[in-house]
C-alpha cells in the first residue's frame, strides 16, 4: 500500500485554520480597528435591534452581538406559532408591520425583523456568543466567542444588555428530568403521533404545546400546579383547551405536580396522593429565566428575590456607568412584565440618554 502523503496547498486561502492544541495558551486576542464602537449591543432579539436603530439614528457607530441567529428567541419559538400581540405593537424603528391577519405568525415576524434590519443597515455579527465585559466607562472591552472557538474582542464606549431569557428554561426540579425524553421547548407535533405525552404548566406555551399534539395524535396529560389554566392564556386557546380537558380528550391534573420521572413513566404528586402515568415524552413548559450569572459578572447588581437589575427606571443605565439594560431582563424573574410589546420602548429611553453623554458623530459615512 502507497504511504499516505500529503497533497501540496494549492491556494494558499484554503489552508486549513490553524490547529490550537486545547492544553496551549490562546494567543492574546488584540481589538482590530473596526472592532471600535460607541455602542455595543449584547442580544439581537427584537429589543437589541430597537436600543441599536434608536443609537443608530443619533449618529453613533452601533454593532449588535448574537450567539444565534438574528432574533434567535423568536426564530427557537414552536414553528407554527401565533402572536398574542397585533402587528403594530410589535413594530421598532417605526417600521409598519404589514401582516394579513389580525395576529401575526412567528414567520412574519421573523420576516419583520429581518427586513428591519436590512432597512436600518443593523451591524450585527450573529453567533457570537459575548463572554466577558470588562473595562469601564467611555472604554469597555468585549470578549465573543464565535461557532468555532474562534475569540473576537471589541472596544466600545457604551454597553447595551439585552440579552432575554428565552436560553434558559426554568427546571421541575424533579428526579428524572436529565433523561433526553424531556423536553423544554416545543417546535412542532409530529415526532409524538401515538405517544404518551405529559406537558408541564398552565400559561399559553403549555396549553398550545397540549392542544397541538392531541390534534396530531398524541395522548397528552396536562399537569398544573395551578388550580385551573391561567387567564392569561390567548382567549382563543383557553375554552379550546378547557373543552377538550372537559370532553376527556385531554387528561388534566390540576393541583399537581411532577414527582419522578422515569424511562417510561411518570409519577406526579396530586391531591388525591402519588398517580404513575406510563410515559413517554414530558414537556416541562413552566418558563424561561435570564442569565443571572452572565449579568452578574458584568457588575450588574441584582434584586434579591426577582433578581431585577439595578437601574435608573428612566435611563435604564445599571449601577455600571455606561452598562446599560433592556428588554425583559430589566423585570427579572418576572418575565410576563416585559414583552415586545413594551420592552421595544427601551431604545428610545436608552437613545436619550446617550443623546447626553456621547457626542454624536452627525457625518454616519466617517463611521461605515
Ligand atoms: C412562545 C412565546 C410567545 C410569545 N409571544 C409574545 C407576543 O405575542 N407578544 C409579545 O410582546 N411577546 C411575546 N413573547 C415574549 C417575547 O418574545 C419576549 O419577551 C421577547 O422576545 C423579549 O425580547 P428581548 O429582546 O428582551 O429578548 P430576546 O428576544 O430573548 O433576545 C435576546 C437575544 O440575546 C441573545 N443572547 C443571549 N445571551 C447572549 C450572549 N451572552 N451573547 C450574545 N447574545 C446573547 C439571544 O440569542 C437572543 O437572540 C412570547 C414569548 C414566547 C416564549
Not at 165 to 184: I, M, Q, R, S, T
Not at 213 to 219: D, E, K, N, S
Not at 258 to 268: K, M, N, S, W, Y
Not at 353 to 362: D, F, G, M, S
Amino acid at each position: 500500500m502507497l504511504p499516505l502523503m500529503k497533497a501540496p496547498l494549492q491556494d494558499a486561502s484554503l489552508a486549513a485554520p490553524e490547529y490550537v492544541p486545547a492544553t496551549l495558551p490562546r494567543k492574546q486576542p488584540r481589538a482590530h480597528p473596526d472592532s471600535w464602537t460607541d455602542v455595543l449591543v449584547i442580544g439581537a432579539g427584537p429589543t437589541g435591534l430597537a436600543c441599536a436603530i434608536e443609537a443608530q439614528k443619533l449618529g453613533l457607530k452601533v454593532l449588535v452581538l448574537d450567539k444565534g441567529c438574528l432574533v434567535n428567541a423568536v426564530y427557537n419559538y414552536p414553528t407554527n406559532m401565533t402572536f398574542f400581540t397585533t402587528p403594530e405593537l410589535l413594530e421598532i424603528g417605526d417600521i409598519p408591520f404589514a401582516c394579513a391577519s389580525q395576529k401575526p405568525t412567528r414567520q412574519e415576524a421573523l420576516e419583520y425583523y429581518r427586513r428591519v434590519t436590512e432597512h436600518y443597515h443593523v451591524h450585527i455579527s450573529q453567533y457570537q456568543w459575548v463572554k466577558t465585559v470588562t473595562g469601564q466607562d467611555g472604554d469597555f472591552r468585549v470578549t465573543a466567542t464565535d461557532r468555532s472557538g474562534k475569540i473576537h474582542d471589541y472596544r466600545t464606549k457604551k454597553v447595551i444588555v439585552s440579552t432575554g431569557y428565552y436560553d434558559l428554561a426554568n427546571k421541575l426540579e424533579a428526579p428524572g428530568e436529565d433523561l433526553p425524553k424531556v423536553l423544554h421547548y416545543y417546535k412542532e407535533p409530529y415526532p409524538y403521533y401515538d405517544s404518551d405525552v405529559v406537558v408541564v404548566g398552565g400559561k399559553n406555551s403549555a396549553a398550545e404545546a397540549a392542544l397541538d399534539l392531541w390534534r396530531h395524535g398524541a395522548r397528552v396529560t396536562l399537569v398544573h400546579r395551578g388550580e385551573n389554566i391561567s387567564p392569561g392564556v390567548k382567549y382563543w386557546v383557553r375554552p379550546d383547551l378547557e373543552n377538550r380537558i372537559k370532553n376527556s380528550e385531554i387528561t388534566a391534573f390540576f393541583k399537581s405536580t411532577v414527582q419522578e420521572i422515569g424511562v417510561d413513566q411518570v409519577v406526579l404528586k396530586t391531591p388525591k396522593g402519588p398517580t404513575r402515568i406510563a410515559n413517554d415524552f414530558v414537556f416541562a413548559l413552566i418558563g424561561y429565566h435570564p442569565d443571572y450569572d452572565f449579568l452578574s459578572s458584568l457588575g450588574l447588581e441584582l434584586s434579591d428575590e426577582q433578581h431585577r437589575p439595578v437601574c435608573d427606571p428612566e435611563t435604564l443605565e445599571s449601577n455600571v456607568p455606561g452598562i446599560y439594560v433592556a428588554g425583559v431582563i430589566v423585570a427579572g424573574s418576572r418575565t410576563s412584565e416585559i414583552f415586545i410589546e413594551n420592552g421595544r420602548f427601551h431604545g428610545k429611553q436608552i437613545a436619550a440618554h446617550l443623546r447626553q453623554k456621547l457626542k454624536p458623530n452627525r457625518d454616519r459615512s466617517e463611521l461605515e
